[in-house]
């Protein structure tokens, strides 16, 4: 038997864990971690390890699917469903025009490196406007929303490698590996937390869970869900009142600090203590503890983004690190400047607010949502609001969306308001799903497109290239060809191109079209002018780190410096909101008296895992996690059926007791379930239940990203007989 063992990397999630893979006669037998990677240094976590069991799901979809009246779905081979699909759409390009065609490049999207700068050529060479991914229900105000408002630092903020101190507020890394730089490194990030609690570095964490992170931080704020906002203005307030700030960074760089401290007079230790739950000793700590590093971060996860007011978070966030100048100076040697890029002089200034990233194509829903741009590894790219994309389908007119390609998503369980957005789906002329399984959403597609898995394909690290904290650098070649007629994401958008005869451009190159190019060529227009040659790192076998002149950070430029806005238009509004919402908030509580809220599992991956045993095997279902005490009085136990309900809707959900919740609290992960009105509430202990039921996607509806409250809902909870 020929037996091989290929260096490669995990793309199960956004983390690219390097992993030597073993193959036998063309089958993966194995996977391990690749012990010699100098990053990662043999780190891997249970989901990557079942990657043959997926690659060799019995019900993985291995050829195209057709649905027929009756709703079953007949194989076609991909070639001829791609040919009726890009009839269908020349019809409804015809009739309704290009924005009616639309795309949702969901979370699996982003682990192809070649699906998005293609997606976005398609939309390009076809002017449709309605280009959707999952960054818009996820955090679009910390990469875009808040640094077109504010500004940003051109030469980078503190990296966790140079740090002393981070503020980490609902971002829990080291099951989620996930964070951006400044946070707990995603790669192998419980080494990195030990090294720098090792280093004496000071952590501190805002989750109202005792999270894995906020268990081993130096101060755990237990806060109540959804008062962020209120606990870091009472944080700048502390840390601004006591001249913690770096005021000669502040004096050169910051402009409105004046206006921005007046505004957040209110915000006095005891009331921030009342709004958030938490000991106001606590939060003057924080602010002493955090202000008193000379390097590090605040960053935020989902839990806070998900919940009221993210925009005003993000802001607070980067107006904290601002003030305090976590930002890389003159002369500073930055840790990581890219290796996949250009090299591009880094400044020690204030890129200014930048107000046309937000005023771009309006939504048909408000005038005061639209696209946003957000800062991705491409660049800054304009989407659409994925949090309304279900409304812009329903909503009758010029520009209502009929098509929807659906890319590595599942938006029947992820997208907040689930039955408008299985109404949504329902109501579209042509849905196509490419998925490597019949999710809940492909089972409600005209066309499924099987997909190849990630060990299948070639890929590199153009994700993730900013965020390590070396120069570092993956290319990884197809290990297993795949079996059946199974197709890349970026290819569907390429075929589909090539079939409305688009000419597309990546990257300001034209793509080829008469004949499709290689991965590999796709990739090379993408890292055109990168610091290290596509080629170099395509030759080495695994991960390195590569040896690149060292980028040091330059002296300002006086004809192009800008300020860093710290009191933004809007601003006062938003900080009187959060007062009436705490108002509210109270009002409320007696009819709906727990919070819900959002968290990551370690067995699955957004909606994907539960389908493979050994995950399976840790848990089928989505737990509703609660305070014992809570249980208690409630006299309901582990595993016991609840119901939970909102104003928009009720799920039953299993509970499971959980002292690391503080009280009051329910804490549940997302896309579990099925589609709604499947009849499936009797299988919640195998399926779980869809939190999405639980909000309605236009309740506090944030500015500009239409983001949704996808966290901290006020829900009642009975116990079901
Ligand atoms: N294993 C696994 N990994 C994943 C995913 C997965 O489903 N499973 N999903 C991936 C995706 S799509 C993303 S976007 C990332 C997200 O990555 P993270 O943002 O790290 O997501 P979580 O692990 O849910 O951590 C969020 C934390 O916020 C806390 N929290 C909830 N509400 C609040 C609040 O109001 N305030 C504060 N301060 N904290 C709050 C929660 O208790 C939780 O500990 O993870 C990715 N990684
Ligand atoms: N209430 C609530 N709602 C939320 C959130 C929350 O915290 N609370 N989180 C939000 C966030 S952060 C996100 S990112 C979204 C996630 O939203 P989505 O990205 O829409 O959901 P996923 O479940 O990640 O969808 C991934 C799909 O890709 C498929 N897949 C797996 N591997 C491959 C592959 O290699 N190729 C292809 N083509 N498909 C593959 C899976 O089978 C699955 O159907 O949900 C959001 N919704
Ligand atoms: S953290 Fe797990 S799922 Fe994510 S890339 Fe690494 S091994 Fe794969
Ligand atoms: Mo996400």
């Not at 997606?119 to 002017?127: D, E, P």
């Not at 950070?553 to 006086?558: E, G, I, L, S």
């Not at 908030?585 to 959002?598: G, M, W």
């Not at 329910?666 to 896309?671: Q, V």
Request: glycine residues 8%; hydrophobic residues 40%; contains cysteine.
């Amino acid at each position: 038997m020929a037996s091989e063992t290929i260096k490669t990397y995990c793309r199960f999630c956004h983390a690219n864990c390097p992993m030597e893979a073993t193959v036998e006669d063309g089958k993966l037998t194995g996977v391990r971690p690749d012990v010699d990677n100098e990053i990662f240094g043999g780190y891997t976590c249970l989901k990557g390890r079942q990657m043959p069991e997926q690659l060799y799901y019995p019900e993985r979809i291995q050829q195209s699917l057709k649905k027929n009246a009756d709703g079953s779905h007949t194989a076609i081979s991909s070639s001829q469903a791609l040919d009726e699909i890009a009839e269908k759409l020349k019809v409804i390009i015809d009739r309704h025009g290009p924005r009616a065609v639309a795309s949702y490049n969901g979370t699996v999207s982003f682990q192809n490196s070649a699906t998005h700068p293609v997606a976005k050529a398609w939309h390009t060479a076809l002017k449709s406007p309605s280009y959707y991914t999952s960054i818009t229900i996820d955090q679009p105000a910390k990469v875009g929303i808040g640094q077109a408002r504010m500004g940003f630092w051109g030469g980078g903020s503190h990296t966790w490698g140079d740090s002393d101190v981070a503020l980490i507020i609902g971002n829990n890394t080291l099951v989620s590996h996930f964070s951006i730089p400044g946070g707990i490194p995603a790669f192998s990030p419980s080494n990195a937390l030990r090294e720098g609690k090792k280093r004496g570095m000071k952590v501190i964490c805002v989750d109202p869970r005792r999270s894995e992170v906020a268990s081993r931080s130096d101060l755990h704020l237990q806060i109540k869900p959804g008062q962020d906002a209120a606990l870091l203005a009472g944080l700048i307030h502390i840390i601004l009142e006591e001249e913690l700030h770096d005021q000669a960074f502040c004096a050169e760089n910051i402009e409105n600090l004046a206006e921005f401290k007046a505004s957040l007079s209110r915000f006095t230790p005891d009331y921030v203590a009342s709004c958030t739950e938490l000991d106001r000793e606590d939060i003057i700590a924080a602010a002493r503890m955090f202000a008193g590093g000379t390097k590090g971060t605040a960053s935020t996860g989902t839990g806070p983004e998900m919940g009221p007011n993210p925009n005003l978070i993000q802001h607070l966030t980067q107006a904290i690190n601002a003030i305090c100048g976590r930002h890389y100076r003159a002369g500073e040697k930055l840790p990581n400047a890219g290796v996949l890029s250009p090299l591009a002089p880094r400044l020690a200034q204030a890129v200014p607010p930048q107000p046309e990233w937000l005023t771009g194509t309006r939504s048909r829903v408000s005038d005061d949502i639209g696209e946003v741009t957000v800062l991705t590894a491409n660049g800054p790219t304009k989407e659409m609001p994925t949090a309304i994309i279900a409304d812009e389908i329903l909503m009758e007119g010029d520009g209502q969306i009929k098509a929807l390609l659906c890319v590595g998503g599942n938006p029947a369980l992820a997208w907040p308001g689930q039955d408008k957005a299985y109404a949504a789906l329902d109501a579209l002329d042509l849905l196509v799903c490419i998925d490597y399984k019949l999710s809940a959403t492909a089972e409600m597609a005209d066309y499924v497109i099987g997909s190849k898995l990630c060990l299948e394909r070639d890929d590199l690290t153009v994700l993730t290239d900013i965020w390590y904290e070396k120069p570092y650098s993956h290319y990884t070649k197809t290990v297993v060809e795949a079996e059946g007629d199974v197709i890349e994401e970026w290819e569907l958008f390429w075929e589909l191109g090539q079939r409305l005869g688009l000419t597309m451009t990546v990257n300001e190159q034209p793509v080829a079209m008469d004949s499709k190019p290689s991965k590999y060529d796709i990739l090379a227009m993408m890292t055109r002018d990168s610091r290290v040659p596509l080629d170099e790192i395509y030759q080495r076998d695994g991960g390195h780190v590569y040896e690149v002149p060292d980028v040091i950070v330059q002296a300002a430029d006086p004809a192009t410096k800008g300020y860093l806005n710290v009191f933004p238009d809007g601003l006062s509004e938003e900080l009187a909101a959060v007062v009436e919402q705490a108002d509210e908030a109270l009002a409320a509580k007696q009819d709906y008296p727990f919070l819900l809220i959002s968290r990551r599992m370690k067995n699955t991956f957004n909606s994907t895992g539960p389908e493979l045993s050994f995950l399976a095997s840790k848990g089928t279902t989505n737990p509703a996690f609660m305070n014992p005490d809570d249980l208690a009085a409630l006299n309901v136990a582990s595993g016991d059926i609840i119901s939970i309900s909102s104003i928009n809707g009720e799920i039953p959900a299993v509970a499971q007791s959980a002292p690391d919740i503080k009280r009051g609290v329910i804490s549940m992960a997302h896309c579990w379930g099925a589609a709604p009105g499947a009849g499936t509430d009797d299988k919640v202990r195998d399926i779980g239940a869809n939190t999405n039921r639980l909000i309605n996607n236009l309740d506090g509806s944030e500015k500009y990203s239409g983001m949704a409250r996808q966290s901290a809902i006020a829900v009642a909870l009975k116990k079901l007989a």
